[in-house]
């Protein structure tokens, strides 16, 4: 990490040129200005402008109608992105490169814009620091290394894909050594960049790696997250190789995950811990994982945005499709980790390799703190094929049922708000109805001379 007094020391040096003043996007994507680095010492440091058309757009950076924050009625106008000094940090894997994030607020009245990620999250972080909480978390990032880059694969029309290796590659030592050449910078500018790499491991289809990172406080966390996976993207391109974080490239391939384990501490130690405790789990402990188990449906868009997204929950392939928890069994949307230890904690499955760190996260929050609130007794833990367990509630299994479980979630409405819940449903309406109006390969194939 740097300090601003170093980054002027770096700058005089001539070893510094350029700092990326980014926001995070409604997709979790950086979007932002290259800044010449005296220009932000002078004044950027403090604020600068976008269109606010950032958090309005889909994938495509279209511009969807429907949204109450932004329109061409409204014209367009800008935000102000105010630099958090304290995410400053380099960008070793490009030269003379550092980097900050900022908070996005309102330029007429400087207010956090609500339906800004890193607001939400920061919102419900609040709501635990109220109950004298601190959230801490740590994300897993699966994703499938491909042999071409993005810019080739774009040109052959995203057809004849070829993952980096041939055959599955879970904890593959000889095959992840073939990908060290991409794997091993990845680890080291991350970590040069300050963000607590522990360790990569091949996961279970040809091509698939994971990156984890160290459990940190929630900001922290979902900062590590988004950076980690910008940096993988690019890294990967400098060494001729597409890294793709979409959940299900093949129907034949395993998807990719990003699974988020959370806890709670107070005053530096772990309040989900009971050693008296049925598996250790406090009472707290068992509120707080009650409401997210509870409230799980109503949160899943948050966890599984798009459509493709909801094409990795099948069974037999360690994506979940129920949401209950069980004790250490990775059928389960929702595993204890951790079993009677100061480490104690519930690991989240549902979320795919394309969720928005922050608002993922804010959610879980949301859905636990109401169980805090509401006193929620956890159901037993679960055990065996849950994929089989008829009983056991199911994961929303599509983006438009998902919809509606947002639109009408009286949980999420009181934790996040009006705004912010009617903001995202249009999101989610609009990604259902770019997929809806598309003819697909699948049905021309097989519809073309037989139907």
Same mark, same amino acid.
């Given at each position: 990490?740097?300090?601003?007094?170093?980054?002027?020391?770096?700058?005089?040096?001539?070893?510094?040129?350029?700092?990326?003043?980014?926001?995070?996007?409604?997709?979790?994507?950086?979007?932002?200005?290259?800044?010449?680095?005296?220009?932000?010492?002078?004044?950027?440091?403090?604020?600068?402008?976008?269109?606010?058309?950032?958090?309005?757009?889909?994938?495509?950076?279209?511009?969807?109608?429907?949204?109450?924050?932004?329109?061409?009625?409204?014209?367009?106008?800008?935000?102000?992105?105010?630099?958090?000094?304290?995410?400053?940090?380099?960008?070793?894997?490009?030269?003379?490169?550092?980097?900050?994030?900022?908070?996005?607020?309102?330029?007429?009245?400087?207010?956090?814009?609500?339906?800004?990620?890193?607001?939400?999250?920061?919102?419900?972080?609040?709501?635990?620091?109220?109950?004298?909480?601190?959230?801490?978390?740590?994300?897993?990032?699966?994703? #499938?290394?491909?042999?071409?880059?993005?810019?080739?694969?774009?040109?052959?029309?995203?057809?004849?894909?070829?993952?980096?290796?041939?055959?599955?590659?879970?904890?593959?030592?000889?095959?992840?050594?073939?990908?060290?050449?991409?794997?091993?910078?990845?680890?080291?500018?991350?970590?040069?960049?300050?963000?607590?790499?522990?360790?990569?491991?091949?996961?279970?289809?040809?091509?698939?790696?994971?990156?984890?990172?160290?459990?940190?406080?929630?900001?922290?966390?979902?900062?590590?997250?988004?950076?980690?996976?910008?940096?993988?993207?690019?890294?990967?391109?400098?060494?001729?190789?597409?890294?793709?974080?979409?959940?299900?490239?093949?129907?034949?391939?395993?998807?990719?995950?990003?699974?988020?384990?959370?806890?709670?501490?107070?005053?530096?130690?772990?309040? #989900?811990? &009971?050693?008296?405790?049925?598996?250790?789990?406090?009472?707290?402990?068992?509120?707080?994982?009650?409401?997210?188990?509870?409230?799980?449906? &109503?949160?899943?868009?948050?966890?599984?945005?798009?459509?493709?997204?909801?094409?990795? #929950?099948?069974?037999?392939? #360690?994506?979940?499709?129920?949401?209950?928890?069980?004790?250490?069994?990775?059928?389960?949307?929702?595993?204890?980790?951790?079993?009677?230890?100061?480490?104690?904690?519930?690991?989240?499955?549902?979320?795919?390799?394309?969720?928005?760190?922050?608002?993922?996260?804010?959610?879980?929050?949301?859905?636990?703190?109401?169980?805090?609130?509401?006193?929620?007794?956890?159901?037993?833990?679960?055990?065996?094929?849950?994929?089989?367990?008829?009983?056991?509630?199911?994961?929303?299994?599509?983006?438009?049922?998902?919809?509606?479980?947002?639109?009408?979630?009286?949980?999420?409405?009181?934790?996040?708000?009006?705004?912010?819940?009617?903001?995202?449903?249009?999101?989610?309406?609009?990604?259902?109805?770019?997929?809806?109006?598309?003819?697909?390969?699948?049905?021309?194939?097989?519809?073309?001379?037989?139907?």
């Amino acid at each position: 990490m740097l300090t601003f007094e170093t980054l002027k020391e770096q700058a005089a040096s001539g070893e510094v040129d350029t700092v990326l003043v980014c926001l995070v996007d409604m997709q979790g994507r950086l979007m932002g200005k290259r800044f010449h680095v005296q220009n932000f010492l002078d004044s950027a440091y403090e604020e600068t402008h976008c269109c606010n058309y950032l958090l309005a757009t889909d994938l495509e950076m279209a511009t969807p109608d429907g949204y109450k924050a932004t329109s061409w009625e409204a014209g367009y106008g800008d935000y102000v992105m105010k630099p958090d000094l304290s995410t400053l940090r380099p960008m070793p894997w490009l030269e003379g490169t550092v980097m900050v994030l900022c908070d996005v607020l309102d330029h007429h009245t400087h207010e956090p814009v609500p339906h800004s990620p890193r607001q939400i999250l920061q919102a419900q972080i609040a709501r635990a620091e109220a109950m004298g909480l601190t959230p801490m978390m740590a994300t897993e990032l699966e994703f #499938f290394l491909f042999d071409r880059t993005f810019d080739e694969i774009r040109a052959g029309d995203f057809r004849d894909l070829t993952p980096i290796s041939g055959y599955n590659e879970d904890y593959h030592i000889l095959q992840t050594s073939k990908e060290e050449h991409v794997m091993r910078p990845i680890r080291n500018h991350l970590y040069a960049a300050g963000i607590p790499v522990e360790n990569t491991k091949g996961e279970a289809e040809a091509g698939q790696e994971e990156l984890n990172i160290r459990y940190a406080d929630a900001l922290a966390c979902a900062d590590h997250h988004t950076i980690a996976k910008h940096a993988t993207k690019e890294i990967a391109h400098f060494h001729g190789h597409a890294a793709s974080f979409l959940p299900k490239w093949h129907h034949d391939r395993v998807g990719s995950a990003s699974h988020v384990h959370l806890s709670l501490w107070r005053d530096g130690s772990p309040e #989900f811990y &009971d050693a008296n405790a049925p598996h250790g789990l406090s009472e707290l402990g068992r509120q707080f994982c009650a409401g997210m188990i509870k409230y799980a449906p &109503d949160y899943t868009f948050f966890l599984a945005p798009y459509v493709n997204s909801y094409k990795r #929950f099948m069974k037999g392939t #360690f994506a979940p499709t129920k949401t209950v928890w069980s004790v250490d069994n990775r059928t389960a949307g929702f595993r204890m980790c951790g079993e009677g230890t100061k480490g104690v904690r519930m690991e989240c499955r549902i979320g795919g390799s394309d969720l928005n760190p922050y608002l993922a996260q804010a959610a879980l929050l949301a859905a636990g703190l109401k169980g805090i609130e509401e006193k929620l007794e956890l159901a037993p833990h679960t055990a065996g094929d849950l994929y089989e367990d008829s009983d056991a509630r199911e994961i929303p299994r599509t983006l438009r049922d998902a919809v509606e479980t947002l639109r009408s979630s009286t949980m999420l409405r009181e934790a996040m708000g009006d705004w912010a819940v009617d903001h995202y449903t249009r999101c989610a309406e609009w990604e259902q109805e770019e997929f809806d109006r598309v003819v697909t390969d699948w049905e021309i194939a097989r519809g073309f001379e037989k139907a």
